[in-house]
């Protein structure tokens, strides 16, 4: 039985009037993938906001690997091993394509001290083998030099996923990775999380479930800032209140022409 | 032979941008150069700080001020070393940038340039009023008669402080250079543009911000320190409230965050002012009106104007063109 590595505990989130994440229990098991899906505003965004820290909760824990997280800053969750990418593409749009991966490999493989960053340069680590390997995986070559504001939004998506798993973290917690891309860049990506099945722990949150169902191992659907389901594809997927609220399909209504015909 | 080939890229432009200074020595008079280095010098941090980190100051005079009189101090009070005088000038920069920057780093742009304003404004009235008995208050401190002779480079003599200028100067552009391709540099841009990524990389904004505006705040310091010693006297009018805007002005005239911006800026400032002042008595309203053109040209500045043409003009094909657009490409 592998480690529990995110655990959370009622987690609650509210902004105002409206509660966006309700007493939300959560686990994450090492190397597991794990799928959140969810309608628009059911709050998979928030949770995942409130476990890399962006928002802290207003109730409730965090805790990785059993260590307690809640009030902890992004900077030291990205320390002990977490890496997200955001719903809407973030990068650095001012630099280029292959100084927006030095930035994460000097942080994640040598020791990013503002010394440390003073007395290097960027020019010396554009060529290390493990920046040039990413480039190749996710097909940036060619836009290497580039600035990432000329990209287009599925080059500048590659960019962000390649940026995260450059800097080789625990947890790699992607927020809708596949938002905007192309069939064909989709297939990239997939083919690339699905090397790292087995080897690493991976949390994505997606609105299309159709994307991630081959891929992760368990999946939790919230709606309302709820967990309504939790367990394997076929089992959340024939669960009532998930073809209710995220197939919208009603399930009464089904049984009756069932029993009608 | 390659590592040559790549050392003179990146260093033709700022050899033959101070080439060029120190020729014009050769048409132009001397105390002209001289503060034309010695403003590009002060604008500097202001450009670094506008144009890498995102950050506008209207309180650069409070820095000048701070190694302008630290150097000051020493020279009427203490010693008569220029060089001496001109290290206590610099830490002096380091200590006030040092002791405010903990606090003004955490606040937003614009927060940012009102608390730099109000620093310059209370310096102001420190040296003018409050400090009049150590300052000498508006009268300022006069001591060009202290400053002793140095070896090598006698900093009492123009021709020698021009040398002297000019190779601060250039080790300063040098080292913005350097910075320009830094990690460091890369990361100034990074938080100007996105600090949730940087943060969620794992980088501190806080601190990235905080040696940005060290480092900036002591460059302009140094230009205070320079100013001192070579004229020999400082009053409260350094740090004058009604001239906070000028480093952020020859910023923007020259281009803002371009490595050549400051110098093309502070010549143009500098000559404008020299050149319309004997014109028409209010050259600061000339100055005004063409800020008011640059911007609505394209914010680019006089640089950043003429880079394209130049390059056009010169049409050397760089080995790795598109690389220049990234962590270093000031120019």
Redesign the interface.
């Known amino acids: 039985m592998s480690t529990e590595i995110i655990k959370t505990v009622g987690v609650t989130k509210c902004f105002g009037a409206l509660v966006a994440v309700d007493r939300v229990d959560y686990s994450l098991r090492e190397n597991e993938v794990a799928g959140i899906i969810g309608s628009n505003g059911a709050g998979k965004t928030t949770f995942f906001n409130l476990v890399?820290g962006?928002y802290p909760p207003d109730e409730g824990s965090i805790f990785y690997k059993g260590r307690d997280v809640t009030r902890m800053?992004?900077?030291q969750r990205?320390?002990l091993g977490m890496?997200?990418t955001?719903q809407l593409t973030?990068?650095?749009?001012?630099?280029?394509v292959?100084?927006n991966l030095?930035?994460?490999y000097?942080?994640?493989h040598r020791d990013?001290t503002?010394l440390?960053?003073?007395?290097?340069?960027?020019?010396r680590?554009?060529n290390e083998d493990k920046i040039v390997a990413t480039l190749e995986t996710f097909d940036l070559q060619h836009v290497r030099?580039?600035?990432v504001k000329n990209l287009s939004l599925g080059e500048k998506r590659r960019l962000e996923i390649a940026?995260a798993v450059l800097?080789e973290p625990q947890v790699l917690m992607l927020d809708e990775p596949l938002a905007g891309l192309a069939e064909s860049e989709i297939k990239v990506i997939l083919e690339v999380l699905g090397r790292r099945v087995g080897k690493q722990t991976i949390l994505i949150v997606e609105h299309k479930i159709s994307h991630v169902k081959d891929f992760v191992q368990r999946l939790t659907v919230m709606h309302e800032g709820r967990v309504i389901a939790d367990g394997g594809y076929e089992e959340c997927l024939s669960d009532p209140e998930v073809r209710r609220s995220y197939w919208q399909i009603d399930t009464e209504q089904e049984g009756s022409k069932h029993a009608a015909a | 032979m390659a590592a040559m080939v790549n050392a003179w890229r990146w260093w033709w432009g700022i050899l033959l941008a101070f080439f060029l200074v120190g020729l014009s020595r050769l048409f132009l008079p001397l105390p002209f150069i001289i503060e034309v280095l010695i403003f590009s010098i002060y604008t500097m941090g202001c450009s670094f700080l506008l144009g890498r980190v995102g950050f506008i100051s209207f309180g650069q005079p409070a820095y000048l001020a701070a190694g302008a009189y630290g150097t000051a101090f020493y020279l009427f009070y203490f010693g008569s070393n220029p060089y001496v005088g001109i290290l206590i000038g610099i830490l002096s920069g380091l200590a006030v940038s040092g002791i405010v920057g903990p606090l003004f780093v955490r606040l937003r742009s614009d927060y940012f340039a009102l608390v730099n304003l109000a620093l310059a404004v209370i310096i102001y009235y420190l040296m003018q009023k409050v400090l009049a008995g150590i300052t000498k208050g508006d009268n300022g401190l006069w001591f060009l008669t202290n400053i002793a002779s140095t070896p090598v480079l006698d900093l009492g003599k123009p021709d020698h402080f021009f040398i002297f200028s000019i190779l601060v100067a250039l080790a300063i552009w040098a080292f913005y250079k350097?910075?320009d391709?830094?990690?460091?540099?890369?990361?100034c841009?990074?938080t100007?543009?996105?600090e949730?990524?940087?943060?969620?990389?794992?980088?501190?904004n806080y601190?990235?911000r905080l040696?940005a505006f060290v480092i900036a705040n002591t460059t302009t310091a140094l230009a205070g320190a320079m100013y001192a010693v070579y004229l020999g006297f400082v009053s409260p009018e350094i740090t004058s409230p009604a001239r906070a805007a000028d480093p952020v002005v020859v910023t923007i005239l020259g281009g803002t965050g371009t490595l050549f911006g400051p110098l093309v800026g502070a010549i143009a400032y500098t000559g404008m002012k020299d050149v319309i002042s004997k014109l028409i008595g209010n050259w600061e309203l000339f100055i005004g009106f063409l800020l008011v053109f640059i911007m609505l040209a394209g914010e680019k500045g006089i640089w950043g104007t003429l880079q394209p043409w130049l390059e056009r003009l010169f049409s050397r094909k760089k080995a790795?063109?598109?690389?220049g657009?990234?962590?270093?490409a000031r120019q």
């Open positions: 890399t962006y800053t992004p900077q990205v320390a890496t997200r955001f973030s990068t650095f749009d001012n630099l280029a292959i100084d030095v930035l994460v000097f942080r994640a990013s503002l440390k960053l003073l007395l290097s340069t960027c020019r680590h554009r030099d580039r600035l940026m800097a | 350097y910075l391709d830094s990690v460091f540099g890369a990361c841009l990074a100007k543009i996105n949730d990524k940087l943060k969620f990389l794992g980088y501190s601190g990235v040696l790795s063109p598109a690389a657009e990234g962590a270093g």
